[in-house]
C-alpha cells in the first residue's frame, strides 16, 4: 500500500479552467511538498508547507495557484486557470525518515488542452 | 550550469555492467540524494549522503561525494534490466526547505 496517494492519476481539462490535485498521506504529516515534472524535464520544486501554511514557494507558484489541507489530511493543490504550459506531472511527498529523503506520490497527469 | 546537472544524459548498456552516473551542483549543501523514476511514474528515493560523508552504500548502489568539486557519482555494480529508468540527483541546499533536482540521466540496460 502506497504511502502517499494522489488522485486523479490523470485529469484532462479545458484551458482557463480549475483543477484541484489530491495528495492523502497516511499518516500525519506537518511537511508537504508538491513538485511539478513537464514532460522530459526535471522535477521542478512548486511549494512546501508545513503545519497549515505555506513555507516556502518557488517563482512557478504565482498566484493561480493555492495550496490547501482542507480537512487535516488531505493536502490540495488548486490551479484556479490553467494554461497549456501547465501540462505536467504534479507529485506530491512527504517527508521519509526525518533525514531529508522523501517519499513521493505516483504523481496526477494534468493535461491542458 | 544550473544547480543538479547531471551526466550523461542518457546510458545504455548491457546486463551485467556497471553503470556510472554523475551531478554537480553549484552551492553549498546539507545533503545530496539520489532518486529513481521508471518511465510515467513517481520518484523513488535510493540513497541520501550528507556533506559530510564521502562515500556510501546501499545494496549494489555505491554513491560518491566531493564537496570540494561539488560532484557526486551514482554507481550501480551488475546492472540488470530492471534496473532501467532515469536517476536523478537532487540537492538539499543549505537555508532551503525543498530539494532541487538535476536534469536526469536515461539509463538503459539491456538483457
Known amino acids: 500500500e502506497p504511502e502517499v496517494t494522489q488522485t486523479p492519476s490523470h485529469q484532462v481539462t479545458q484551458m482557463g479552467q480549475e483543477v484541484i490535485l489530491r495528495c492523502v498521506p497516511i499518516?500525519?504529516?506537518?511537511?508537504f511538498y508538491w513538485y511539478r515534472q513537464i514532460l522530459g524535464q526535471k522535477v521542478e520544486f512548486l511549494v512546501s508547507?508545513?503545519?497549515?501554511?505555506?513555507?516556502?514557494k518557488s517563482e512557478i507558484f504565482d498566484d493561480q495557484f493555492s495550496v490547501e489541507r482542507p480537512d487535516g489530511s488531505n493536502f490540495t493543490l488548486k490551479i484556479r486557470s490553467t494554461k497549456l504550459e501547465d501540462s505536467a506531472m504534479y507529485f506530491c511527498?512527504?517527508?521519509?525518515?526525518?533525514?531529508?529523503?522523501?517519499?513521493f506520490g505516483s504523481g496526477t497527469r494534468l493535461t491542458v488542452v | 550550469s544550473q544547480q543538479g546537472e547531471e551526466d550523461p544524459q542518457a546510458l545504455s548498456i548491457q546486463e551485467g555492467e556497471n553503470a556510472t552516473m554523475n551531478c554537480s551542483y553549484k552551492?553549498?549543501?546539507?545533503?545530496l540524494q539520489w532518486y529513481r523514476q521508471n518511465s510515467g511514474r513517481g520518484l523513488v528515493h535510493l540513497i541520501l549522503?550528507?556533506?559530510?560523508?564521502r562515500e556510501k552504500h546501499s545494496g549494489r548502489l555505491r554513491v560518491t561525494l566531493d564537496t570540494s568539486k561539488k560532484s557526486s557519482s551514482l554507481l550501480i555494480t551488475a546492472s540488470r534490466a530492471a534496473d532501467t529508468a532515469s536517476y536523478f540527483c537532487?540537492?538539499?541546499?543549505?537555508?532551503?526547505?525543498?530539494?532541487?533536482f538535476g536534469s536526469g540521466t536515461r539509463l538503459q540496460v539491456q538483457p
Open positions: 508547507f508545513y503545519n497549515n501554511e505555506i513555507s516556502e
Open positions: 552551492t553549498s549543501i546539507n545533503n
Open positions: 549522503i550528507r556533506s559530510n560523508e
Open positions: 511527498a512527504i517527508p521519509a525518515d526525518g533525514l531529508h529523503g522523501y517519499t
Open positions: 499518516s500525519n504529516h506537518l511537511y
Open positions: 537532487a540537492t538539499w541546499i543549505t537555508g532551503r526547505r525543498a530539494l532541487t
